[in-house]
């Protein structure tokens, strides 16, 4: 069984940076693949970010590329979501979610387990 519990998300003006974390409790972490999604109200849930089994390869939403990271510390059976220049738009509920494939996935339907979200509000 796997369990995700994400924290780290608050209010932070526009332009602001958050770092969102997802630990991880279950077995073989090193073997899922991670990834990020985020759902404002009334929109629906939506791709932002993953990594695969290693940390070698990640994937971006258009919407975010090169203001977001994602990284993973095996170690720590640990995935973060290191978000900068943040915009209104980014304000949603941020989900943590694990593929029990170790590839590169980026679609809903690729990953098995969902943590409980945390709310990022940008302000303007």
């Known amino acids: 069984q796997v369990q995700l519990v994400e924290s780290g998300g608050g209010v932070v003006q526009d332009g602001g940076s958050l770092r969102l974390s997802c630990a991880f409790a279950?077995?073989?972490?090193?073997?899922?693949?991670m990834g990020w999604f985020r759902q404002a109200p009334g929109e629906e849930r939506e791709f932002v970010a993953a990594?695969?089994?290693?940390?070698?390869?990640?994937t971006y939403s258009d919407s975010v590329k090169g203001r977001f990271t994602i990284s993973r510390d095996n170690a720590k059976n640990t995935v973060y979501l290191q978000m900068n220049s943040l915009k209104p738009e980014d304000t949603a509920v941020y989900y943590c979610?694990?593929?029990?494939?170790?590839?590169?996935?980026?679609?809903?339907?690729?990953?098995?387990?969902w943590g409980q979200g945390t709310q990022v509000t940008v302000s303007s």
């Open positions: 279950g077995r073989a972490f090193s073997s899922y693949g």
């Open positions: 979610a694990a593929d029990d494939s170790p590839a590169l996935g980026a679609t809903l339907q690729e990953f098995d387990y």
């Open positions: 990594i695969n089994w290693s940390g070698s390869s990640t």
